[in-house]
C-alpha cells in the first residue's frame, strides 16, 4: 500500500505559477511510475503528466506541454508538479497517483492504483 498526501494548491492569477508536491510512504517509493491527473467541476478526471521510476522519461498532455514539468525525488519520497502560465482553464482539483510497475509507463486513470486526496488548483482571470 502507498499514501500520498498532495500540497501547494491554492488561488493564483492567470500567468502565474504554482508547485505542487506529493508526499509518498508506505512502500518502496521509487519502484512506482507516478502521475498528476486533475479533475474539474462537471468533467472527467484527466491525465496532466507522468514519471518513470528513474525520472528519465516524462509524459505530459497536450494542454499542459511546454508549460507545466513534473519531477521526482525518490531519496525525499516525493513527486512535484510545477506549473508556470497557468489559465484559467487549469482550475481543478490536482491528484497525484502511484502506478504499479507493469512494464511500461500508462497514462490513463485506471492504470494507476493509488491516489491521493486531491488538492484544488484556482487561476483567476
Known amino acids: 500500500q502507498v499514501q500520498l498526501v498532495e500540497s501547494g494548491g491554492g488561488l493564483v492569477q492567470a500567468g502565474g505559477s504554482l508547485r505542487l508536491s506529493c508526499a509518498a510512504s508506505?512502500?518502496?517509493?521509487?519502484?512506482?511510475?507516478m502521475g498528476w491527473f486533475r479533475q474539474a467541476p462537471g468533467k472527467e478526471r484527466e491525465f496532466v503528466a507522468a514519471i518513470t521510476r528513474n525520472a528519465v522519461n516524462t509524459y505530459y498532455a497536450d494542454s499542459v506541454k511546454g508549460r507545466f514539468t513534473i519531477s521526482r525525488d525518490n531519496a525525499r519520497n516525493t513527486v512535484y508538479l510545477q506549473m508556470n502560465s497557468l489559465k484559467p482553464e487549469d482550475t481543478a482539483v490536482y491528484y497525484c497517483?502511484?502506478?504499479?510497475?507493469?512494464?511500461?509507463?500508462?497514462?490513463?486513470?485506471?492504470?494507476?492504483?493509488?491516489w491521493g486526496q486531491g488538492t484544488q488548483v484556482t487561476v483567476s482571470s
Open positions: 508506505g512502500r518502496t517509493f521509487s519502484n512506482y511510475p
Open positions: 497517483a502511484a502506478q504499479k510497475w507493469r512494464g511500461v509507463v500508462l497514462t490513463t486513470s485506471h492504470d494507476f492504483d493509488y
